[in-house]
């Protein structure tokens, strides 16, 4: 054990003491932490950060993955076998049997039409069935076809162009053609149509676009296939597609994967979780069936109660990684599946070894030189993919049989036999290898994941394996978890970063969960308090979520040994369990902490964490450097109380608020907020460079000045300040609504690109000529569509600027646009930017003076006729 180490484990105990019933309460005393900013004691993983992914909850099918079409390939009414080991052979295809009904799930029939699966006119093996649409009823007055709600609704945005394709065959006498159209719910709206035309006696694949106009998103919508040509009609495979992220042909959703881009991950763990594993034999991820044309995938039963179309397969696995910029960490079926069936080492395992040694040959193989590298070449990816770390099996503690130590054996010796760069991970401890790492996982309330949050301090390191944490959840809060859960995944955070040496990944799970429906038959969510949540039509972060993505965003490289003193404690009672009864309160730290360094740029990021009801001063020393500058940044999520959340209809409620501080030095006193996570970044200066030491600072949190918020920190969340204090007038703002650059305007003020707002869409109209204006070019890009605005700003008085223009080819005279908007509590009803400014064309400046009593200036839009629209803010601090 090294002297850092040691360092390192006194901290624990000093931690620890300060536990003790009776101890210290958030008020009584200031806790003081000492870094040692020249110690660093280990680097932190370069891997640490990532996602964890499996199919749950819609995480796919209604979730990430693009298609909108619910049972696309009319297999959820297969007859799920259960196959179990002695009698599945992994190398053979075995095709589900269908429950032939003529009420085929999630498709109903439209006007006339008689709808029926049909099983004796599949489009191939794979798809062993298809739908038989009887439409001899059909007619010009009454269409008749077929009509798919989605995953609980289909989305419809504006000025959006959807893709879509079916394959399909007619019997002799059908003239056409098919109409496809999305339409709403209940048939009043209709958002966009094509003919489709050229059905025959063969099947073939049709495709086209629908694309809609300026319409108000919304999610209560079908898609159709009618005709009003009778005759009878066969369909496979019928797939709507909105724009993906990247484009991608058989892509994923924009807005989740924007939400992932952010956080910065570096590994995505996958497929599972249980997915891999299946309940039997027959039904774990078997991916060679999950690769080549989608038409060709026959699917499978998910071990969570729903049909697999399997359109997110490997390939497009890995290709999710690729366009976040980080690695597939990858789990292998290892011969266990979820109900308890197994195979020993030894001959039987073979197949499966096999099938995991062509996988790894799959994702990393050469396409010219290798079999299955040559097929994902084929399938469209002619690149590999960066590949390190394998995962035998998911679980095995739960194989009461104790046939896992043989088989990772099995696995491991052949995977290192062949790839010997490979890092080979365990789901359980084992003895007959040294695994490079073991996976463990931590599902807990917040009381156990506060209460354990010193456990890898005291782990000892002279084993090989590191630790993955490959799934942990502070479960609180459903669906997704709420302040409390986030304030108990980030002391657990704390702890496996400053213990990254050893703890060298980890990954929050569940990662989605759709909330449409949240509970009874067929709902969406089997598994409470999930990363992220979102809906047919938008999506949104839990305050886990930003815990993660403020620890994801901000670390150094290296780890900083922490002596802490006088952690107080804060009472907590558990949840009431299972069995009922009245839980015992325990004492818990209030305070949590973790300290890293960016060794080239010298910046020192400070975590701390304030699980109390009150705010709580903290003093810092830094030892080890000159000075440190007296302004930094901090980050801080913080909360009034800990059932805050933030959910499908309030989406941003608690965010992070990104500020400028103050006061910061060698040595400073900071309160934190109650309920809350900061992340300070503190900057040492080089030596002799002229700058003050500053000593002993007390900080003026008054004089915090929020800093422009990255894209995905769109709102603050209310940071208390101490006793008033003179605040120094913050800069002002100028945002050009709709931009994609900042640009200057006549008088050389900055006007910031698009950003602060929630909802909506922006467009250019590059060309236009606006009166009434010095700056016509302010007007030439608008935000439309918008439910609100907000900046943080520090508490104070302000006047806001806004300002319109009508420059909408579709609005022709007063009265066709009309909407209200509310600027901190002044509201503005029925407000017609024509009527206002005297005509299109013509700017007008609405001017607002209001004063910010939570740190943020807020907008809001109500439309009434037509979309609002905005065209630029400015935020000018009242002197
Ligand atoms: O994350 C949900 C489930 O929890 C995973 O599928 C499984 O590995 C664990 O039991």
């Not at 325990?586 to 360094?597: E, F």
Request: charged content about 20%; glycine content about 8%.
């Amino acid at each position: 054990m090294n002297a850092s180490r040691q360092f390192l484990f006194s901290l624990g105990l000093i931690v620890l003491s300060a536990t003790a019933p009776g101890d210290l309460h958030a008020a009584d005393a200031m806790p003081t932490l000492e870094i040692e900013a020249g110690q660093a004691t280990a680097r932190v993983s370069p891997m640490f950060h990532g996602l964890m992914t499996e199919e749950i909850n819609f995480s796919y099918e209604g979730g990430i993955y693009g298609e909108l079409i619910r049972n696309r390939s009319f297999k959820a009414d297969a007859v799920n076998a259960s196959i179990k080991s002695d009698a599945y052979d992994p190398t053979q295809y075995y095709p589900v049997e269908i429950a032939v009904s003529n009420t085929p799930k999630f498709w109903r029939a439209v006007g006339g039409a008689a709808l029926m699966l049909d099983t004796n006119t599949p489009l191939n093996e794979a798809l062993n069935v298809s739908l038989k649409l009887d439409a001899s009823a059909a007619s010009r007055e009454s269409p008749a076809g077929i009509a798919n709600g989605g995953y609980w609704g289909i989305p419809v945005k504006p000025k959006t162009t959807y893709q879509v394709s079916f394959f399909a065959k007619a019997a002799k006498g059908f003239t056409g053609p098919l109409t496809v159209s999305l339409e709403s719910t209940d048939g009043k709206t209709t958002f966009a149509d094509a003919q489709i035309t050229g059905l025959g006696g063969e099947w073939k694949r049709f495709e086209t676009k629908l694309t809609t106009k300026r319409v108000e998103p919304s999610k209560d919508n079908v898609f159709k296939i009618t005709t009003t040509a009778p005759g009878m009609i066969w369909l496979q495979q019928v797939s709507l597609f909105p724009p993906t992220y990247h484009n991608r042909p058989n892509g994923n959703r924009r807005d989740i994967m924007e939400l992932l881009a952010a956080m910065q991950p570096k590994f995505l763990r996958l497929p599972g979780g249980n997915y891999v594993e299946g309940n039997y034999f027959n039904q774990h991820f078997n991916w060679k069936e999950t690769i080549g044309p989608v038409e060709q995938r026959p699917g499978h039963a998910s071990c969570w109660g729903y049909w697999s179309t399997d359109g997110l397969g490997l390939l497009e696995y890995a290709e999710w990684c690729e366009d976040l910029k980080m690695e597939p960490v990858l789990a292998v079926f290892a011969g266990y599946a979820l109900r308890g069936d197994h195979v020993e080492a030894g001959a039987k395992l073979e197949p499966y070894v096999q099938e995991a040694l062509d996988e790894i040959e799959y994702l990393t193989g050469d396409a010219a030189t290798t079999k299955w590298g040559a097929r994902r070449a084929k399938d469209g990816h002619l690149a590999a993919f960066p590949l390190h770390y394998i995962e035998i099996g998911n679980e095995d503690f739960f194989d009461r049989s104790r046939s896992y130590d043989g088989r990772f054996a099995q696995f491991y010796d052949a995977i290192k036999a062949k790839y010997p760069q490979l890092q080979v991970i365990a789901t359980t401890p084992v003895k007959s290898r040294v695994a490079d790492l073991v996976d463990e996982h931590y599902y807990r309330n917040q009381q156990e994941m506060e209460s354990q949050s010193q456990m890898y301090d005291t782990r000892g390191r002279t084993n090989h394996t590191k630790v993955f944490v490959g799934e942990w959840a502070t479960r609180v809060g459903s669906p997704t978890p709420n302040m409390a859960g986030a304030l108990g995944d980030a002391a657990w955070l704390c702890c496996m970063e400053r213990n990254s040496d050893l703890v060298v990944m980890e990954c929050f799970a569940p990662l989605f969960v759709n909330v449409s429906q949240l509970g009874g038959p067929g709902r969406s969510m089997q598994w409470e308090s999930d990363l992220i949540g979102y809906d047919a039509l938008t999506s949104y972060g839990s305050p886990s979520y930003y815990v993660e993505k403020m620890f994801d965003q901000n670390h150094g490289d290296v780890i900083l040994p922490v002596k802490a003193q006088g952690i107080p404690t804060v009472e907590q009672t558990p949840p009431v369990g299972r069995r009922g009864g009245t839980p015992t309160p325990r004492r818990v730290p209030g305070l949590y902490y973790s300290a890293t360094r960016d060794t080239a740029k010298g910046t020192i990021y400070l975590k701390l964490v304030n699980v109390a009801d009150a705010p709580q001063p903290v003093s810092v020393t830094i030892n080890g450097v000159d000075s440190v500058a007296r302004t930094g940044e901090a980050v801080v999520l913080a909360a009034d109380n800990p059932q805050e959340t933030d959910s499908i209809q309030d989406p941003v409620k608690l965010v992070p608020a990104a500020m400028r501080i103050n006061g910061l030095g060698a040595r400073f006193t900071r309160t934190l907020p109650k309920f809350s996570v900061t992340i300070f970044k503190l900057q040492p200066r080089p030596r002799h460079s002229g700058a003050s030491i500053v000593a002993a600072a007390n900080v003026n949190q008054a004089e915090d000045a929020a800093i422009a918020p990255t894209p995905t920190m769109i709102a603050p969340a209310p940071i208390p300040a101490p006793a008033p204090a003179a605040v120094r007038p913050a800069p002002p703002v100028r945002i050009k609504a709709g931009a994609s650059e900042p640009v200057k305007d006549s008088e050389g003020n900055l006007w910031l690109a698009d950003q602060g707002f929630d909802g909506g869409e922006t467009t250019e109209r590059p060309d236009i000529q606006v009166a009434n204006t010095k700056n016509p070019d302010i007007y030439r890009t608008e935000h439309y569509g918008m439910d609100s605005f907000s900046w943080p700003v520090p508490n104070g008085k302000y006047v806001v600027k806004l300002h319109f223009a009508e420059t909408f080819e579709g609005i022709n005279g007063p009265g066709e646009r009309v909407f209200s908007f509310d600027v901190q509590g002044r509201q503005f009803k029925d407000f017609d930017v024509w009527a206002k400014a005297g005509g299109p064309m013509r700017a007008y400046v609405e001017t607002v003076n209001v004063e910010a009593t939570n740190n943020v200036i807020k907008v809001t839009f109500t439309p009434k006729v037509e979309n609002p629209q905005i065209n630029g803010i400015e935020i000018i601090p009242a002197t």
